[in-house]
């Protein structure tokens, strides 16, 4: 395609990108260095003389002078400021720890919100990957197993959790746990009958729980979509082939079909992983603000929820995570350029 | 794999399946039905909410309408939001599909090294979470005094939509063939006119499924238009957030949950149109990275 043609093609697409996501992403680079001068404190003390007694007294009063003018460089001060990578309260709490790095790890460094948040999100991505991977692939397989007819009312259910809307969806399984006469609360407390009156806010524990839960719930069925259209690929010759040398249905699935999907496992994991930065309404849904806060809650709360807002830790908190995702991007980046290569000689 | 199975294993199977569609499906059919009965029935002892006994006794009949009463009354205006919605998610696929179809075809068509660098960006924009842009939108919109408006929440939508988008339709004019360019542009058309005649009539599947993913991400989006919009204009999602704050203190929850079953509603509407779509949308991303 001639290059005229090809860039007049893809111009309106280009500056959409361009204006909205490269100029924001420059945007939040320098939101996260430098910011308008801050409002000053004037001190006024207005004196006056009582004039029948002649004692003169004076009030002091603050008033608060908004600066006008260009933008200041903060060098890191948003970047080690207590809401990001609060290096002050880290060094101070390591010169001030008596107790070993265990301590100083749980009681300094997870008690500040960013260091929090990322566990949170370690949390999360760690217990809900292995679950999505393993009921993804349980019930592609089921699925695939079942009596042609009912395939497809099974698929449309099975969509439910993932197309619904995530507030949506933290919401109708929030109304089910929370209440004292809820369905899945009464569920819970039948099951796990050795604690006494399990409550998704009493802890933190049980809140990032519940939160897990509703990522496999959530997540689940987008791993058996892509499971379920790999299945539909697997080659019948080296299954047949499997079957007459008599391997048996577990070695099958060791054998032939895992290796087969392999590539899709990978795919599903990567986006998870990805996906786990974006963690923000089951925080809303499930009310969970008080135990429970991601990465996307800490830079929604800097710029929604605050009156005053804080656009310098909101910026700094999005430039590490945008570096992070970037990392965890990079291996794809890198392979899909070889395909490209390969594809092109 | 249709081959004979044990019974053991048929049953497990089976089991299995219904468990799971239990799991993923009951929880929104409980909400619909709780979202006919009143308060005390819905957060109440859940056998209340199969038999709706307080509704019963307050109003004579096991349903009510009471919750979506609350909710598009004058007052929490959920009416408006639905209606903003519309305009949103309609503008926004749109828009989406018309830049979409045509970057996509560009990209599909050129073997440049800078279209494969510009693929390359576009999935590093796709992976970035959407909140770390809108921190990058919300100081320049508000000191340009253009905070709020829907038709900013469009084109930031528009705009976080183009990689998916240009990925999904690029997959798509891949598999049609070289040769029909070709073939339009011998018989006389230009690149323009070819791509509308002769191309676009066999990528109207490859359209609607992008479509439906562009629609799903407008509709379903909650960082952007709950951050970008002003109360008069918000949508579904952020209005229902919206309620949470304030059901606690009116003691109208019912609102809230009617307000959750409609926006349920249109989706359940859509994956039955459309499960073929969707099922082949998601593996397209699969496949094609």
């Known amino acids: ?345 | 794999m249709t081959r004979s199975q044990p019974l053991a294993l048929l049953v497990l199977i089976y089991g299995f399946a219904v468990l799971w569609v239990l799991v993923a499906a009951f929880p929104f059919v409980w909400t619909m039905w709780g979202s006919l009965k009143i308060e005390t029935d819905f957060f109440g002892h859940w056998i209340k909410n199969l038999t709706g006994e307080d509704t019963l006794r307050q109003f004579g009949s096991y349903f009510t309408t009471l919750g979506y009463e609350a909710a598009f009354s004058a007052k929490k205006q959920f009416g408006q939001a639905v209606g903003n919605t519309m305009i949103v998610t309609v503008c926004t696929v749109a828009i989406s599909l018309t830049f979409g179809t045509l970057g996509g075809y560009a990209l599909a068509r050129s073997t440049a090294k800078y279209a494969f660098v510009l693929l390359i960006i576009a999935l590093v924009f796709r992976a970035m979470p959407h909140i770390t842009l809108v921190s990058g939108y919300m100081e320049p919109l508000f000191s340009w005094g253009i905070w709020g408006q829907t038709w900013v929440a469009v084109i930031v939508l528009v705009a976080i939509n183009q990689p998916f988008t240009i990925w999904m339709m690029r997959s798509f004019f891949m598999n049609v063939p070289r040769e029909l360019d070709e073939s339009a542009m011998i018989d006389g058309c230009n690149r323009l006119q070819g791509f509308w005649h002769v191309i676009m009539p066999v990528m109207w599947p490859g359209v609607i499924t992008t479509g439906l993913f562009s629609f799903l991400l407008a509709y379903n989006d909650f960082t952007v238009t709950s951050a970008l919009l002003s109360q008069q204009n918000t949508t579904m999602v952020p209005r229902i957030a919206g309620f949470l704050g304030s059901a606690q203190n009116d003691g109208d929850q019912m609102a809230a949950v009617a307000a959750v079953v409609t926006a349920t509603a249109p989706l359940f509407v859509l994956i039955m149109i459309f499960q073929r779509q969707l099922v082949s949308g998601l593996t397209a991303g699969a496949v094609k990275g």
């Open chain 1, 1 to 345: 395609m001639p290059h005229r043609a090809f860039f007049a093609f893809l111009m309106p697409s280009l500056l959409a990108m361009v204006l909205f996501i490269l100029l924001p992403l420059i945007s939040v680079g320098y939101q996260s260095l430098f910011s308008p001068p801050r409002d000053i404190e004037v001190l006024s003390e207005i004196c006056s003389t009582n004039f029948l007694t002649g004692v003169r007294s004076c009030e002091q009063t603050v008033t608060i002078e908004k600066v006008e003018g260009p933008k200041i460089f903060r060098g890191l001060d948003f970047f080690c400021g207590r809401s990001v990578l609060a290096c002050g309260e880290l060094a101070t709490g390591w010169s001030e720890n008596k107790g070993g790095t265990g301590e100083y790890w749980s009681k300094v460094v997870l008690n500040l919100p960013l260091y929090k948040a990322m566990a949170f999100t370690m949390f999360y991505t760690l217990i809900t990957t292995p679950f999505i991977i393993v009921l993804g692939l349980v019930v592609a397989l089921v699925v695939d197993n079942l009596w042609r007819p009912l395939r497809g009312p099974t698929i449309f259910a099975s969509l439910l959790p993932f197309i619904v809307t995530p507030l949506v969806g933290s919401l109708v399984l929030f109304w089910m746990t929370d209440n004292t006469g809820g369905l899945l609360y009464a569920l819970t407390n039948t099951l796990a009958f050795w604690v006494d009156d399990f409550s998704l806010r009493a802890s933190p524990q049980a809140t990032w729980s519940v939160i897990a839960v509703y990522g496999i719930w959530h997540v689940t069925p987008f791993a058996f979509v892509v499971f379920y259209a790999g299945l539909q690929t697997v080659s019948q010759d080296q299954l047949e082939a499997a079957m007459i040398d008599g391997a048996p249905r577990f070695d099958r699935l060791r054998y032939v079909i895992l290796p087969h999907l392999m590539p899709l496992i990978t795919f599903v994991l990567l986006i998870h992983i990805m996906d786990a930065f974006r963690v923000l309404e089951p925080i809303f849904g499930f009310q969970a603000a008080a135990n429970a806060q991601s990465v996307s809650y800490l830079i929604y709360e800097h710029l929604v929820l605050q009156a005053d807002k804080r656009y310098g830790s909101a910026a700094a908190t999005s430039v590490l995570t945008i570096v992070m995702v970037f990392i965890l991007l990079l291996p794809v980046l890198i392979r899909t350029w070889r395909d490209f290569r390969v594809a092109a000689r």
